[in-house]
């Protein structure tokens, strides 16, 4: 296999891209935004929007370049009910949608405990375990039409082979639904009688099948081609460096979520009520992690504002300890209950100084959720926040360790993802990005962490 085309649904936007194992890069991507539609029952995502999406992007790739095989990556928090016909029973709820909480008494009282889950309680539909616990209460009569219950990459998997699966890192990422100690589900899947639903449970290697005649007929594509099982995006950030690195080291995987897991971390007493949790990697092993809402907020505080941050006005922003203060967005990340806070007029600030405050800040809460969970070693940042050097330079200070930049590619989790077909050409393209920071950024960073760990009392 040479040319795997990924298939790759993050919450903020689809992708396709093609990877070329030989070189270990993307060769070309097609991308979509991913909207949530308001229409129905509750909040969800549309698929059929999304297939078309998938299907018409895999047949002009495919007429570009000839696919070898399909592998999928998804964004965690959503589990696809599918009936006795392999339709939709129910749509795939979004995990932002606050309607779980209406019901979080009841399921605080039937979910599994963060000793047995390593998940911590988030709120909407974040926690699947709630999601399906909603819609169990909320649509018995739906719900009773549920014959088969798939994480979210797999349901993609599904519609291309045929083959239904749930998956280790989808099911391992804050749902309450798996205990990562004893590789098995939940007591409250059992309790629930949620079992028998779930349908089996492959690693995200697994060569499911072939694509079927109809999905060969949608994508353009030769019928039988293969399609592996599929991974969460966070995860598959994290797989070449497991694959190729010793640890101790970390991946911090920025997009929509930014996630941070600690390879080889100092034994750390993880507290669900900050975001920290276990995930469980590729080849079914725990990992401390934590997260916040990373790339949400660098969107709503910057809104697409085109500008750049001169090395003078870092500086100068650095040495003024101008400041954001957590939390944006409320509600997730190592500060939940906390609201954002500046130090700074930031009706005065230029748009270069307002992007530096910002990419300071989303550097110091790196830090904070490396701290929470005993990460040591270097720091490989992935994806968007790979090619913001304000925050890589903060992210050095902060934390006095090397930072390296991985992929800052527009599918930062596809190289992972196409690991799925052949892990042992996995290679790592890192660029060392540590050098002598000055003294006004640790300052800075000291200075941050003193006033955010107050942060909640303002």
Same mark, same amino acid.
């Given at each position: 296999?040479?040319?795997?085309?990924? *298939?790759?649904?993050?919450?903020?936007?689809?992708?396709?891209?093609?990877?070329?194992?030989?070189?270990?890069?993307?060769?070309?991507?097609?991308?979509?935004?991913?909207?949530?539609?308001?229409?129905?029952?509750?909040?969800?995502?549309?698929?059929?929007?999304?297939?078309?999406?998938?299907?018409?992007?895999?047949?002009?790739?495919?007429?570009?370049?000839?696919? #070898?095989? %399909?592998?999928?990556?998804?964004?965690?928090?959503?589990?696809?009910?599918?009936?006795?016909?392999?339709?939709?029973?129910?749509?795939?709820?979004?995990?932002? $949608?606050?309607?779980?909480?209406?019901?979080?008494?009841?399921? #605080?009282?039937?979910?599994?405990?963060?000793?047995?889950?390593?998940?911590?309680?988030?709120?909407?539909?974040?926690? %699947?375990?709630?999601?399906?616990?909603?819609?169990?209460?909320?649509?018995?009569?739906?719900?009773?039409?549920?014959? !088969?219950?798939?994480?979210?990459?797999?349901?993609?998997?599904?519609?291309?082979?045929?083959?239904?699966? !749930?998956?280790?890192?989808?099911?391992?990422?804050?749902?309450?639904?798996?205990?990562? #100690?004893?590789?098995?589900?939940? !007591?409250?899947?059992?309790?629930?009688?949620?079992?028998?639903?779930?349908?089996?449970?492959?690693?995200?290697?697994?060569?499911?099948?072939?694509?079927?005649?109809?999905?060969?007929?949608?994508?353009?594509?030769?019928?039988?081609?293969?399609?592996?099982?599929? *991974?969460?995006?966070?995860?598959?950030?994290?797989?070449?460096?497991?694959?190729?690195?010793?640890?101790?080291?970390?991946?911090?995987?920025?997009?929509?979520?930014?996630?941070?897991?600690?390879?080889?971390?100092?034994?750390?007493?993880?507290?669900?009520?900050?975001?920290?949790?276990?995930?469980?990697?590729?080849?079914?092993?725990?990992?401390?992690?934590?997260? $916040?809402?990373?790339?949400?907020?660098?969107?709503?505080?910057?809104?697409?504002?085109?500008?750049?941050?001169?090395?003078?006005?870092?500086?100068?922003?650095?040495?003024?300890?101008?400041?954001?203060?957590?939390?944006?967005?409320?509600?997730?990340?190592?500060?939940?209950?906390?609201?954002?806070?500046?130090?700074?007029?930031?009706?005065?600030?230029?748009?270069?100084?307002?992007?530096?405050?910002?990419?300071?800040?989303?550097?110091?809460?790196?830090?904070?959720?490396? #701290?929470? %969970?005993?990460? +040591?070693?270097? %720091?490989?940042?992935?994806?968007?926040?790979?090619?913001?050097?304000?925050?890589?330079?903060?992210?050095?200070?902060?934390?006095?360790?090397?930072?390296?930049?991985?992929? +800052?590619?527009?599918?930062?989790?596809?190289?992972?993802?196409?690991?799925?077909?052949?892990?042992?050409?996995? +290679?790592?393209?890192?660029?060392?990005?540590?050098?002598?920071?000055?003294?006004?950024?640790?300052?800075?960073?000291?200075?941050?962490?003193?006033?955010?760990?107050?942060?909640?009392?303002?």
């Amino acid at each position: 296999m040479k040319t795997i085309a990924v *298939i790759d649904i993050g919450k903020t936007n689809a992708k396709v891209a093609l990877v070329d194992l030989d070189r270990f890069e993307e060769t070309a991507v097609r991308k979509t935004a991913n909207g949530v539609t308001t229409e129905g029952l509750y909040p969800h995502f549309d698929v059929e929007r999304l297939w078309g999406f998938i299907a018409g992007s895999l047949a002009a790739l495919n007429a570009e370049t000839p696919v #070898d095989a %399909i592998s999928v990556t998804t964004h965690g928090a959503t589990a696809v009910l599918l009936d006795r016909n392999g339709d939709l029973a129910l749509p795939l709820l979004d995990y932002e $949608f606050a309607g779980p909480d209406t019901l979080a008494a009841e399921y #605080d009282t039937v979910r599994p405990p963060f000793a047995e889950t390593g998940a911590a309680r988030l709120p909407g539909g974040l926690n %699947i375990g709630a999601q399906i616990y909603w819609q169990e209460q909320t649509f018995p009569k739906q719900f009773a039409d549920v014959a !088969t219950i798939l994480t979210y990459a797999q349901y993609w998997s599904y519609r291309l082979s045929g083959v239904f699966s !749930t998956e280790l890192t989808s099911l391992g990422c804050h749902t309450d639904l798996w205990n990562p #100690d004893k590789a098995d589900f939940s !007591t409250m899947v059992d309790e629930r009688g949620w079992r028998p639903l779930f349908a089996p449970v492959r690693r995200a290697s697994d060569l499911l099948g072939g694509l079927t005649p109809q999905a060969a007929r949608d994508c353009g594509l030769p019928e039988g081609l293969p399609v592996f099982c599929g *991974i969460h995006d966070s995860n598959s950030s994290l797989l070449p460096h497991v694959l190729t690195r010793s640890a101790p080291f970390s991946v911090v995987s920025t997009g929509t979520w930014v996630v941070i897991m600690a390879m080889g971390a100092k034994k750390a007493v993880l507290d669900e009520a900050r975001d920290t949790l276990i995930n469980v990697n590729a080849l079914g092993d725990p990992v401390p992690s934590a997260r $916040f809402m990373g790339g949400r907020a660098f969107s709503t505080l910057m809104k697409d504002q085109a500008v750049a941050v001169s090395p003078e006005i870092e500086a100068e922003v650095a040495a003024a300890q101008w400041m954001l203060l957590p939390s944006v967005p409320e509600g997730s990340g190592p500060f939940p209950h906390a609201k954002a806070r500046w130090t700074c007029d930031e009706a005065s600030l230029s748009g270069p100084e307002r992007l530096a405050v910002v990419s300071f800040h989303l550097a110091m809460m790196t830090a904070t959720c490396l #701290d929470l %969970i005993g990460a +040591q070693g270097e %720091i490989v940042v992935e994806g968007p926040f790979a090619a913001n050097a304000t925050y890589l330079r903060m992210l050095g200070a902060a934390t006095g360790r090397p930072v390296l930049t991985g992929s +800052q590619s527009a599918t930062g989790t596809s190289l992972g993802a196409a690991c799925l077909a052949d892990g042992s050409r996995a +290679q790592i393209h890192t660029v060392d990005f540590s050098g002598e920071t000055p003294a006004s950024y640790k300052a800075y960073a000291e200075s941050w962490r003193a006033v955010a760990g107050r942060v909640e009392e303002f």
